[in-house]
């Protein structure tokens, strides 16, 4: 089992800047691949970003690349999601999650879940 807590969320006006965090506990993350899901009120979870094992390799929803940075630090057992040029629609729950797949986007897909932080970016 792996244990996943978020952190980082707040309220931001539209073209700020956040950092969420998510810490793992139970099993080392390096076994991991590592995604960031967000779900708006009344919407589908969404993928918007993942890093394979090693950090190499990262992808991104279209609507956030070149916005949002993924990143991992595996001695620490960490997962980060640098958010900037923030904008309304931005506003959701971010969940991350830990799967085994080398390489996915699929919620389906990701084995563990954190519980969630609220990100609202107001106008």
């Known amino acids: 089992q792996v244990q996943l807590v978020e952190s980082g969320g707040g309220l931001v006006q539209a073209g700020g800047s956040l950092t969420l965090s998510c810490a793992a506990s139970g099993r080392t993350l390096s076994n991991y691949l590592m995604g960031w899901f967000r779900q708006a009120p009344g919407k589908e979870r969404e993928f918007v970003a993942a890093?394979?094992?090693?950090?190499?390799?990262?992808n991104y929803a279209d609507s956030v690349k070149g916005r949002f940075t993924i990143s991992r630090d595996n001695a620490k057992n960490t997962v980060y999601l640098h958010m900037a040029s923030l904008k309304p629609e931005d506003t959701a729950v971010y969940y991350c999650a830990a799967s085994r797949w080398l390489t996915t986007k699929e919620p389906g897909n990701f084995d563990f879940w954190g519980q969630g932080t609220q990100v609202t970016v107001s106008s």
């Open positions: 890093i394979n094992r090693n950090g190499a390799i990262t």
